[in-house]
């Protein structure tokens, strides 16, 4: 079920290592939570939580994620390191 869209603060994270380093700047977006099969194998969780926001609001600093297409729908953001 996903929620309704509404203001959401700047946001930072990355990696576990640190490599990936990413800044979301404020604004709109839509928070979810997935309990899809393929969501479920991906994180190795009974669900997923998404954050869906264009992609001109993100800022990748350090490395920039690999990508696996993890599906003929979805591809998967991951760290290389």
Do not use: K
Request: with cysteine; proline share 5%.
């Amino acid at each position: 079920m996903r929620a309704a869209e509404s203001d959401y603060p700047e946001a930072h994270g990355g990696c576990q290592c640190g490599a990936v380093r990413f800044v979301i700047s404020a604004g709109p977006a839509l928070a979810s939570l997935c309990h899809c099969r393929m969501c479920q194998r991906a994180s190795g969780n009974a669900f997923v939580a998404l954050y869906e926001v264009p992609a001109t609001r993100i800022c990748w600093a350090g490395a920039t994620p690999r990508e696996w297409a993890s599906s003929n729908i979805s591809t998967r953001g991951f760290c290389a390191s």
